[in-house]
């Protein structure tokens, strides 16, 4: 059964929830993506089309390891914004860009998704990590992402998806019924921050509805790529 905060509360509880996971998040990540994520993010950032010199903004920031990955890819003359609204995650993403060598292109604030604090066509591209599934109105943060984004920019989300191949499908389905509750067992103070993340990825768009989503929200090209056999997948769509 799914049990998922109404729309209404979903900002006060999901920014609560990552204000007390914070700092086991990283670590929860890569174990549960098998450390695939960091060659995810590397696919994302890839596909965004930033340029050395470029400016680029990372959404749902967290733990800023999609905004370093950015921040990588833009090199020293290049400057990246990385966004969130949880304190805590920012605390720790503050941590780990503390000895990164490009600390100093970052810049790190804690703001709204659902309103965000820049001019129109302001950055080169627009990024958002597992962050659509955690926001109370998801077309509002993809047209938010298009407005700041320059025309001819990309806005991309990487987000967890559906698997499509029938038995792989099914026996994923399965192992996630079983292993996320197993998971929240483990970290039993967290049990909700797991029936949450199995909830929410239940009733998340298929990432073919996304992409469609990105199209209302007036983007173009707009695609997605199955990761893992669909387990994740990336949703992109152009500025025109
Ligand atoms: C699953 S974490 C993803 C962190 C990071 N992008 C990554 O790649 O690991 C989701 C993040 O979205 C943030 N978030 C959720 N809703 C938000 C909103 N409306 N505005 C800003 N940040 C939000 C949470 O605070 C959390 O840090």
């Not at 990588?72 to 060598?101: Q, Y």
């Not at 029936?195 to 990432?207: E, I």
Request: contains cysteine; hydrophobic residues 45%.
């Amino acid at each position: 059964m799914v049990n998922l905060p109404s729309k209404e509360n979903k900002e006060k509880f999901v920014r609560e929830m990552f204000n007390n996971i914070a700092g086991r998040y990283d670590l929860m990540n890569t174990l549960m993506t098998m450390g695939l994520d960091k060659s995810w993010r590397k696919f994302v950032v890839g596909r965004a089309e930033l340029q050395a010199g470029g400016y680029g903004l990372d959404v749902c920031c967290g733990t800023g390891m999609l905004t370093m990955e950015q921040a990588r890819t833009a090199g020293a003359s290049g400057k990246v914004v990385g966004l969130d609204f949880s304190e805590n995650m920012l605390a720790v993403a503050r941590e780990n860009i503390k000895d990164f060598v490009l600390r100093d292109n970052i810049q790190l604030i804690q703001g709204n998704a659902m309103e965000l604090p820049f001019a129109d066509n302001t950055f080169d591209c627009a990024t958002v990590g597992w962050g659509l599934r955690n926001v109370p109105d998801v077309m509002t943060a993809i047209k938010e992402m298009a407005r700041v984004v320059k025309p001819g920019g990309k806005v991309i989300s990487l987000d967890m998806a559906q698997p499509s191949a029938p038995v792989f499908k099914q026996v994923y389905w399965l192992c996630f019924e079983k292993l996320i509750p197993a998971m929240g067992k483990l970290w039993a103070s967290n049990k909700r921050a797991y029936d949450y993340l199995h909830d929410s990825a239940k009733v998340f768009p298929h990432q073919a509805e996304l992409a469609r989503m990105f199209a209302e929200a007036g983007l173009v090209e707009t695609c997605h790529h199955d990761l893992f056999g669909g387990v994740v997948a990336v949703v992109e769509g152009r500025k025109a």
